[in-house]
């Protein structure tokens, strides 16, 4: 394999046998708080909430959410006031230990901690005019930002440029990147989503949004599940931080960057295909996650960011 940068903005390409070829579109350098997908999801969100005069911005997201970080710093950038409701009422007094949640609080983002049961009911008209009555009016985005406006903003990541790959790869959490991408694409590629979580559930709902049936979802490299390593995925990208000098976040697209190149190894692609992967961001997590390895003795993530 050998491999080239392309350009002031780091962006790569991998050559492999058979004339294959990866390059690593970096979203993740869009903005240094708000990268990747999240800006992408929150452009057209913002632009919505200024026009429906809304002061402040709702959301949901787990302990290390990059989606509750981004939206964070994004209301503070844009003049909004931001609060997240935080999966797991325990964490309530721990804002200090948690890297994410204390970054968060730095931009002033307000939390509402709540149980996993109560979390559950995140799209319930109930729960929001609860939360409503609590903190008065408020813009609303989903957990993982993906709603109708998200898909939109998604559907800008590729270019013109990007007509001359054959298969275009991204993470998948909660679909609306992907669906913007499958919207956007040209006649001649195909899409595959690696999802972060076990099971191909998603493959109904994607169906029901996208425009066209060229994409595919790739259910073996979870892991384990979500939020999910091991100490195989951690080497790989230690690997590929020290061959390539781009960091891969380890819940998405560290996952998926490395089920590409097995995919590769394993005869999945045809000879000389170009496969565009899109680095979606989520860095800022690895901190969080190399506080959990340690605290298991396992090897962590060893990127400088």
């Not at 259910?219 to 195989?232: L, P």
């Not at 080497?235 to 960057?257: H, R």
């Not at 097995?262 to 565009?276: A, M, Q, R, W």
Request: with cysteine.
């Amino acid at each position: 394999m050998s491999k080239k940068f392309l350009g002031l903005n780091q962006q790569l390409t991998m050559q492999f046998p058979n004339g294959i070829t990866i390059h690593v579109k970096r979203e993740d350098l869009l903005h240094p708080f708000v990268s990747g997908n999240k800006f992408r999801k929150l452009k057209y969100n913002l632009l919505q909430a200024k026009e429906e005069q809304q002061e402040t911005l709702l959301t949901f997201g787990g302990a290390y959410s990059n989606h509750i970080a981004a939206v964070a710093f994004a209301g503070k950038e844009k003049g909004f006031k931001t609060i997240g409701v935080i999966r797991g009422d325990e964490l309530r007094g721990k804002i200090s230990e948690n890297p994410t949640l204390q970054f968060a609080e730095n931009c002033g983002m307000q939390f509402e901690f709540v149980s996993r049961e109560t979390y559950r009911l995140k799209q319930e008209i109930s729960f929001l005019n609860k939360l409503k009555e609590k903190f008065g009016d408020f813009y609303h985005i989903p957990e993982g930002g993906t709603n109708e406006l998200a898909i939109k903003g998604c559907e800008e990541i590729l270019t013109e440029e990007d007509c001359a790959f054959d298969f275009i790869g991204c993470s998948v959490g909660t679909g609306g990147t992907i669906c913007g991408i499958i919207n956007s694409i040209f006649p001649h590629q195909k899409v595959l989503g690696f999802p972060a979580l076990k099971g191909d559930f998603l493959k109904e709902e994607i169906r029901n949004i996208v425009k066209n049936n060229n994409w595919d979802l790739v259910t073996d490299y979870h892991f384990g599940g979500y939020g999910k390593v091991n100490i195989e995925l951690i080497a790989f990208i230690n690997q590929f931080y020290a061959e390539n000098s781009i960091p891969l976040d380890p819940i998405y697209t560290g996952k998926m960057v490395f089920g590409v190149i097995d995919l590769i190894h394993k005869n999945y692609f045809p000879p000389k295909s170009k496969i565009l992967l899109i680095h979606t961001g989520g860095i800022q997590g690895i901190q969080g996650m190399n506080m959990k390895l340690r605290n298991k003795q396992l090897p962590i993530i060893d990127i400088n960011v």
